[in-house]
Structures are given as structure tokens and as C-alpha cells.
């Protein structure tokens, strides 16, 4: 099988063609345009493994976290491919990568991460079978939280994080990663939105509202895109008839932004579910709709409730920042053997 893979998510570009068990490829450092060199120096590898683009099997690109340029960068030029030549891709997580090289490389970490903007990173979480990804931006105290006191594997050298480490690209990791990957989505990973989409949201019409019967396939199809266990229709139905139960949706530019569901249970309202589409996160909006079954837990004077994973450090973070307590610790309770944590802010 031949292979084509391209990382412009870093400084570094990476070109790699895998012909038949040989890897040939370029490693550019200190890339400022990605765009004006890719080309020609994938012309460059192509020619050393004397392959045509026409005979490769599959292609694979890293779809961030990084550089946001960079990232679209790549994946244009991969859809390009895709679309010409009719072949399959893989999309690859840079985290994922990072974590690979460092294995390869020998390194024993207990955290990736990827500087962003404002002092801000991109994390993933060393565990027994992989890495955890975090789907926002973390803070330094946030990421030596999460290492505790491990080694944190980096691209680039990092003099003011305690035990970081910087890896060297590895090719055979990279290829690695491509085939451990069994996803073709290809949507950009950025996690911070560039500024022109942050300015499009924060103009945009904004509402929460309570939901309606007609809403029901939409919160189905976003709870399928974030959950496993995902509620379907006939499940969402039989909730909106229950007379003790919440649903509020949010709303942007009249498109389904995230969803809550609380049920009121004897002396206090639980929250089972609450959802923001991963392109309208980091706006507050899951703030703002935990607010509104606040609200209706204020005029009833009851407590409200929620369940987290003990390794889901951001929504975690979150409810203690909105002054949620943990109130017991189920032990072995998600399938993969992680606690649920049982959450509660008291109103009564």
C-alpha cells in the first residue's frame, strides 16, 4: 500500500510518502508560509520514492491542534487530492501524533501539549490505553494540574514549564498514527476560533428558549455527534411528555448551538444531559443554559445536581467554577472503569 501524509499544523512541515514499507520524506523546520512550499517540495518527495500522486492509495493529514493557517492549509490541499483522485483519508490528531513520537522516542510522560495563544494550551492527558484529548484551551496551572508532576512532551522546548521535554519529529510515528486512526473527518481542529469567526458568533442572534417538539431531531443528531450512548428520538419523545422534565435549547442565527435536560427528581433538579456543538464552544454557553435550570431551581428552592467523569478535568473545571461540590464518588461506574462523580449546588 502507498501513502501520503502531510503535517503543516507545526513550525515544521512534514511530508511523508510510505511506498511499500519505505518511507521517504521531507522535514521542513521553521515554516512561515506552508502554502508557497508545500507543493513543490511534495513534487520533490514524489520524485525520490518514484511515485505518481495517481498512485496513491490513501492520504492522511494532521488536522490540528496548531497552527490555524497552517491547518487549513493542509487540509485543503489533501480534500484536493481526495476529490481528484477518488481515494480514501485519514485524519490525524496532533496530540495523538505528539504522544506516538513520544513513545517511540522512549519518553515516559504523563501529559502532551501544544502551545496556543495567550499563554494557553492544547492538552491531552497520558493515560493507560492512550491519551485523553481536552477540547479547549488549558491554562499553564491547568496543564501541570493534569501532569502531576510528570513529564510533559512538547514540540518545541518550553524553559518555563517544569519537567517539559521536547520530542524530534519521527516519521515512523507519524505513519504510526495514520494507521491507528479511524476517522475521515476532516473538519479543522482549532479549539480557539480565529478572530473573525469569535467576531461572527459574539454579532450573531443569540437566544435560549424552552424546547419545542420540533426541536427533537436536532438535539438527536448533536447528542449522536458527542455521545456514544446517545438519546434517540423515541427516548427524546417520551422525555418532553414528562412533566418533570427541562429542556432548553440555545440558539445562533436560528441553528442549534447546545441543549440541556434536567429532570426534576423528588427534592432537587438533575441535569442528564448538556451539549454545545463543538463549533460554538468557548462562548459560555453552556454556562448560560445550566443558568436557566438554575433559575428554575432558585423559584422552587431545590438543589441541583449533575454526574461527571472524574477524567472530564473540563467540564470538571467548570462546574466547580460555577460553585458545584462534589458530593460522592461512585466507584468503576463508566464502562471503562473511570468514577462518576456526583456534583451538587445547593439552593435550599
Known sequence: MNYLLINTANEELVIVVYKNGEIFSCNEKLVKKHNEILLPKLDEVLKTAQIKLQDIDEFGVVIGPGSFTGIRVGIATIKAFRDVFNKPVRSINNLKLLYNIAIQQGIKCSAVAIEGSLNSYFVGKVNNNGVDIYERNLSKDELLQIAEGGKIAFYTIHYDIENAVCVDFDNKAFVQTFLESKSNDLTPIYYQLSQAEH?????????????????????????????????????????????????????????????????????????????????????????RLIEMVENKAKENKENVSLEVNVNNFTAKTLYEKLGYSIRRVRKNYYKDGSDCLEMVKVFN
Request: charged share 30%.
Open 199 to 287: 467576531d461572527k458568533i459574539t454579532h450573531a442572534k443569540f437566544i435560549i428558549r424552552e424546547a419545542e417538539v420540533w426541536d427533537i431531531k436536532a438535539i438527536s443528531l448533536l447528542d449522536k455527534d458527542n455521545f456514544d450512548n446517545s438519546w434517540n428520538e423515541q427516548m427524546l419523545e417520551k422525555t418532553f411528555v414528562n412533566k418533570n422534565s427541562l429542556i432548553y435549547v440555545a440558539e445562533i442565527d436560528e441553528n442549534l448551538a447546545g441543549f440541556i435536560i434536567a429532570e426534576n427528581d423528588v427534592d432537587e433538579f438533575n441535569i442528564a444531559r448538556i451539549v454545545v456543538d463543538k463549533n460554538y464552544r468557548n462562548h459560555g454557553i453552556a454556562t
